[in-house]
């Protein structure tokens, strides 16, 4: 009796919430039913592949099985290439942590800072590709021909010293982890940045005023309080670094230093037959790795209580540096100077040289070949085209779904949409190599049979870079005052015209610098196009990789100076609108009506 009464109690409570899901969904608008379809359309774009990656590792052909452990374990030099890896990223985060934290410091804290030139000075190589980057610093460092070699030894000779090569080698450890740090600094200085920017300065000026020394304050007070700041960074950076394919392929593979990323893509892109099991295998081992130094600063944010953001809003104490501030400010512009003018200048004379040679023909510079090997050449132009298509496409569709996603479903406050936001930003959480991998795995073969063409390259771009989107989107959504949209509904408009016309266009500037941001990446992506393009469907960044192995260096340097003009135009350009927007909008009184 007992029992068919508890059953007959958890079948009206199964009733009930049945059907205050259906209440819930009969109140949904229509626009606000197609924001939460793009949700969970996007949740699963992003949480179908990574569990087919899971799955793969041990259910194969139907039948569980420890097969693609097994190969992993048998490749021959797994510890060298887990070695290898681990040296590299460990290496260039601690160096890049290092570079990153005082140029922030510099920036927040010191009078060398030049305004708003200042502010975007470390996040000029976003505008610069790393494919495009790497080959810039192969350029200039190769042992006997790069353009920064022969000027120091031009130097070297003027007091007796005579080399043929050297001093610099790109080719080397030194070499690889160079390029992985000047990759990675900007992510330290967007959050070092943020972190000292909402730090409480007068827990510093206490320090000082009770004796401390400058070195004591920075020990006791400011580095615990950055704490949050530098573990994100040290995550974010090895999210990025167990994940990068063109720097260590481009320079670590003429020095014979192999990394996990670089042997995942040649098992499946440069293996017939692809040995899949292997490439599943080492991406759970990426995984694991990421997942180590996610584990890492989850402990050392809950082993600390940090209080970092005052009550009265303080912008932060500015430190004088007196005769020093111009030198500081030269150690600021020389990072640009390394970072991006020499890798891109090294690369326009390449192009315009027509050929690689440790003298410069000054006099016959030309933009022959550069319309030789890139605009006249088919396949060139395809692969330039159609990167060009995916970024505007991608960025586009990405952007339009974070704002849809920002408005409705981050504002709605539930617990499914916290769920399916969280979903959306996941594959930041996640190697991008992985990711890769998965898409290779769910979409390539049936019952999609996507393999090598346009729509797995967008779905995969989509996936990877939304969250960087999402998280712009929801910041421009931040901005907008709820109550503007809700004098909308009171005037009678419905949900849909008040995101079109009052929500989005005030979202404009935001959603801009996300949209220059996704084409940016998108558009000069090596990682998910090593695994996902095809000869069907070739991108740039794959083909630049593919000419670059070949030996044509010209050809190279002109397809990669041609795609640092156009994205680096494409984002001056919306990126400069985008402030004036902002500037603008601000005397349009967001706060209220």
């Known amino acids: 009796m007992n029992t068919t009464v508890a059953a007959a109690g958890d079948t009206a409570y199964v009733r009930r919430m049945a059907g205050g899901w259906v209440h819930r969904l009969r109140q949904l608008s229509p626009f606000e039913a197609t924001a939460w379809m793009v949700g969970f359309s996007l949740m699963a774009l992003a949480s179908y592949p990574l569990l087919k990656v899971l799955v793969r590792l041990f259910w194969v052909d139907g039948s569980l099985t420890l097969e693609p452990i097994k190969a992993t374990l048998d490749q021959p030099d797994l510890w060298s290439l887990m070695y290898n890896t681990i040296v590299v990223v460990l290496a260039s985060g601690v160096l890049a942590l290092i570079g990153g934290s005082v140029l922030a410091w510099l920036n927040e804290r010191t009078n060398a800072l030049m305004g708003a030139f200042t502010d975007s000075l470390p996040l000029v190589p976003f505008l610069l590709p790393p494919v495009a980057g790497a080959i810039g610093w192969v350029l200039l460092t190769s042992p006997g021909a790069g353009y920064l070699n022969v000027a120091l030894r031009n130097v070297f000779g003027w007091f007796g010293v005579e080399m043929t090569k050297g001093p610099l080698d790109i080719y080397s450890w030194y070499g690889l982890i160079f390029v992985f740090v000047v990759y990675q600094v900007p992510f330290v200085f967007l959050l070092m940045s943020a972190g000292l920017r909402t730090m409480d300065t007068g827990l510093e000026e206490q320090s000082r005023v009770c004796g401390a020394s400058w070195f004591r304050t920075m020990r006791s007070v400011t580095l615990p309080a950055l704490m949050p700041s530098i573990g994100g960074a040290v995550l974010l950076m090895a999210w990025q670094g167990f994940a990068i394919f063109s720097l260590p392929a481009i320079?670590?593979?003429?020095?014979?230093?192999?990394?996990?990323?670089?042997?995942?893509?040649?098992?499946?892109?440069?293996?017939?037959?692809?040995?899949?099991?292997?490439?599943?295998?080492?991406?759970?081992?990426?995984?694991?790795?990421?997942?180590?130094?996610?584990?890492?600063?989850?402990?050392?944010?809950?082993?600390?209580?940090?209080?970092?953001?005052?009550?009265?809003?303080?912008?932060?104490?500015?430190?004088?540096?007196?005769?020093?501030?111009?030198?500081?400010?030269?150690?600021?512009?020389?990072?640009?100077?390394?970072?991006?003018?020499?890798?891109?200048?090294?690369?326009?004379?390449?192009?315009?040289?027509?050929?690689?040679?440790?003298?410069?023909?000054?006099?016959?510079?030309?933009?022959?070949?550069?319309?030789?090997?890139?605009?006249?050449?088919?396949?060139?132009?395809?692969?330039?085209?159609?990167?060009?298509?995916?970024?505007?496409?991608?960025?586009?569709?990405?952007?339009?779904?974070?704002?849809?996603?920002?408005?409705?479903?981050?504002?709605?406050?539930?617990?499914?949409?916290?769920?399916?936001?969280?979903?959306?930003?996941?594959?930041?959480?996640?190697?991008?190599?992985?990711?890769?991998?998965?898409?290779?795995?769910?979409?390539?073969?049936?019952?999609?049979?996507?393999?090598?063409?346009?729509?797995?390259?967008?779905?995969?771009?989509?996936?990877?870079?939304?969250?960087?989107?999402?998280?712009?989107?929801?910041?421009?959504?931040?901005?907008?005052?709820?109550?503007?949209?809700?004098?909308?509904?009171?005037?009678?408009?419905?949900?849909?015209?008040?995101?079109?016309?009052?929500?989005?266009?005030?979202?404009?500037?935001?959603?801009?610098?996300?949209?220059?941001?996704?084409?940016?990446?998108?558009?000069?992506?090596?990682t998910a196009s090593a695994l996902l393009s095809g000869t069907r469907n070739p991108v740039v960044g794959f083909r630049i990789l593919d000419v670059y192995q070949n030996g044509s260096y010209a050809e190279v340097a002109s397809l990669a100076t041609v795609l640092v003009v156009i994205t680096g135009t494409v984002v001056t350009v919306l990126m400069t609108w985008a402030r004036r927007k902002s500037r603008w909008g601000t005397s349009v009184g967001v706060g209220g009506l």
Request: proline letters at 5%; glycine letters at 10%.
């Open 251 to 526: 320079v670590g593979g003429p020095a014979n230093i192999e990394l996990l990323s670089v042997r995942i893509v040649r098992v499946l892109s440069y293996t017939y037959p692809p040995e899949t099991d292997v490439a599943v295998g080492l991406s759970a081992i990426v995984v694991m790795f990421v997942g180590v130094t996610w584990y890492l600063q989850s402990r050392l944010l809950r082993s600390h209580r940090f209080a970092t953001i005052g009550g009265k809003g303080e912008s932060g104490g500015v430190s004088e540096l007196g005769r020093w501030r111009l030198p500081v400010r030269l150690v600021m512009l020389s990072y640009v100077l390394v970072a991006a003018v020499l890798p891109i200048g090294a690369l326009l004379l390449v192009s315009l040289s027509g050929f690689w040679t440790a003298s410069v023909p000054w006099s016959d510079l030309s933009f022959a070949t550069m319309r030789e090997t890139v605009f006249d050449d088919p396949l060139t132009v395809r692969s330039l085209s159609n990167s060009l298509r995916l970024g505007v496409s991608g960025a586009t569709i990405g952007m339009v779904a974070a704002a849809l996603i920002a408005v409705v479903i981050v504002r709605s406050r539930s617990k499914v949409g916290r769920i399916v936001d969280a979903g959306i930003k996941m594959p930041a959480s996640i190697s991008n190599i992985v990711l890769a991998v998965g898409f290779l795995l769910a979409f390539a073969g049936p019952p999609f049979n996507l393999r090598g063409t346009f729509l797995i390259l967008l779905l995969g771009y989509i996936a990877l870079y939304l969250p960087q989107g999402s998280v712009a989107a929801d910041t421009a959504a931040g901005q907008v005052d709820d109550q503007l949209a809700e004098a909308s509904f009171v005037s009678g408009a419905r949900k849909g015209r008040t995101f079109w016309k009052i929500q989005l266009p005030l979202m404009i500037p935001g959603l801009v610098a996300g949209w220059a941001l996704l084409f940016a990446r998108m558009t000069g992506d090596l």
